[in-house]
């Protein structure tokens, strides 16, 4: 059975950096990924998405331009590479990942399946 496993989470400085990383074990992986976080009190909302192949890529407005998404199909890895963090990402970050036979990134979170348990990240002012 398929796990995601999210690590590189932290605590940070407002305007620095951390790279967050999604491994999915059990067998090979090439399913549509996304990168989800969810702070105190607010609902789950998107942050990254990426295609099976890596080509199509979807962003947040809040995060556009600071954070990248990438994948490494060799190493089963996704990762969310943030930048210029803000006290605004503070959130636990969640990857996810799409059925099979849906390959493109998707923005809306009930288009995924599987989830990770979620890394924290703090960005302090």
């Known amino acids: 059975q398929v796990q995601l496993v999210e690590s590189g989470g932290g605590l940070v400085q407002a305007g620095g950096s951390l790279r967050l990383s999604c491994v999915a074990s059990?067998?090979?992986?090439?399913?549509?990924m996304g990168w989800f976080r969810q702070a105190p009190g607010k609902e789950r909302e998107f942050v990254a998405a990426?295609?099976?192949?890596?080509?199509?890529?979807k962003y947040a407005t809040s995060v556009k331009d600071r954070f990248t998404i990438s994948r490494d199909h060799a190493k089963n890895t996704v990762y969310l590479q943030m930048n210029s963090l803000k006290p605004e990402d503070t959130a636990v970050y969640y990857c996810?990942?799409?059925?099979?036979?849906?390959?493109?990134?998707?923005?809306?979170?009930?288009?995924?399946?599987?989830w990770g348990q979620g890394t924290q990240v703090t960005v302090s002012s």
């Open positions: 990426i295609g099976w192949n890596g080509g199509n890529t």
């Open positions: 996810a990942s799409r059925p099979s036979n849906y390959p493109s990134a998707s923005d809306y979170r009930y288009d995924y399946d599987l």
């Open positions: 059990g067998r090979t992986f090439t399913n549509a």
